[in-house]
């Protein structure tokens, strides 16, 4: 499926009209249920394979953050054949107590995996605790790069930002 195709398959799939609050606090008409797109196989699958390409090179650890990016993850490791940890927003006070489940970040080059950036604030935050675990961070891949502000934090905090869409090209893709 081609990369407009699968932007407009996204765009049915995922917009919902109404009025809402983001993770950012930011109001909103308009969302998209990313769950919608991430649940779907086919779409899913389409996305793994898209977005494969953005994968830097010299990457170890896929880490996939709850919750949204655990999907994105799984399919990509599947189709990659690259390691997946899945970052939870706060450690375990019991059990492993790890900040990362999955494949070991200590001293690997781990690539963020997320749904959608908005400002980036949760990645900013998983990106710390995954550095004081030893990871290398330095790269963000994303599915949808909701408003430049995400992309522009990340980059403040060295972080190179790949998003297969933007919202705009996901808006334009239904017209």
Do not use: W
């Not at 249920?33 to 170890?60: C, Q, W």
């Amino acid at each position: 499926m081609s990369k407009q195709v699968l932007a407009r398959e996204i765009y049915a799939a995922s917009r919902l009209s109404g009025e809402f609050t983001l993770r950012s606090g930011q109001q909103s008409d308009t969302y998209f249920d990313k769950y919608m797109f991430e649940a779907n196989p086919r779409l899913l699958s389409a996305i793994a394979a898209e977005l494969s390409p953005y994968i830097p090179v010299g990457t170890h650890v896929l880490a996939g953050l709850e919750m949204g990016g655990i999907a994105i993850a799984t399919a990509l490791s599947l189709h990659t054949n690259i390691c997946a940890a899945f970052v939870r927003k706060q450690a375990k006070t019991y059990g492993t107590r790890k900040i990362a489940e999955g494949c070991e970040v200590r001293g690997q080059n781990v690539c963020i995996i997320e749904d959608v950036v908005t400002t980036g604030g949760q990645i900013l935050q998983s990106v710390k605790e995954l550095r004081d675990a030893g990871a290398i961070v330095q790269h963000v891949v994303c599915v949808i790069e909701r408003h430049p502000d995400g992309r522009a934090n990340l980059e403040a905090a060295g972080l190179k930002l790949h998003a297969l869409l933007t919202m705009e090209e996901l808006i334009n893709s239904a017209e």
